[in-house]
Nanobody, 113 residues
Framework: QVQLVESGGGLVQAGGSLRLSCAASGIVFSSKDMGWYRQAPGKQRELVAGITRGGSTNYADSVKGRFTISRDNAKKTVYLQMSSLKPEDTAVYYC???????WGQGTQVTVSS
């Protein structure tokens, strides 16, 4: 059974930081490209950051320079370090194994002004 379990969300003031984690099980994690997505109320889900199985990364323009995606294959975990948070970063954040149907349940991030 495949599971992706996010954690680390919460309420933070603008300018603050959070680190999200996504622990995977039931998949060969090291062979998967992974992504963090977010969905704000009334908006479509969008890619925030991705990391390939080889460690190459890509970011949405809106988060470049503020967010960092990383992975630990030994722990089967992908991380999203978020800094200089803005109210417009408020959303439910999901991790996803790219090319698969597997998504996490999401973790809420709320940034107050």
């Amino acid at each position: 059974q495949v599971q992706l379990v996010e954690s680390g969300g919460g309420l933070v003031q603008a300018g603050g930081s959070l680190r999200l984690s996504c622990a995977a099980s039931g998949i060969v994690f090291s062979s998967k490209d992974m992504g963090w997505y977010r969905q704000a109320p009334g908006k479509q889900r969008e890619l925030v950051a991705g990391i390939t199985r080889g460690g190459s990364t890509n970011y949405a323009d809106s988060v470049k320079g503020r967010f960092t995606i990383s992975r630990d294959n030994a722990k089967k975990t992908v991380y999203l370090q978020m800094s200089s948070l803005k109210p417009e970063d408020t959303a439910v954040y999901y991790c996803h194994a790219e090319g698969s149907r597997y998504w996490g349940q999401g973790t809420q991030v709320t940034v107050s002004s």
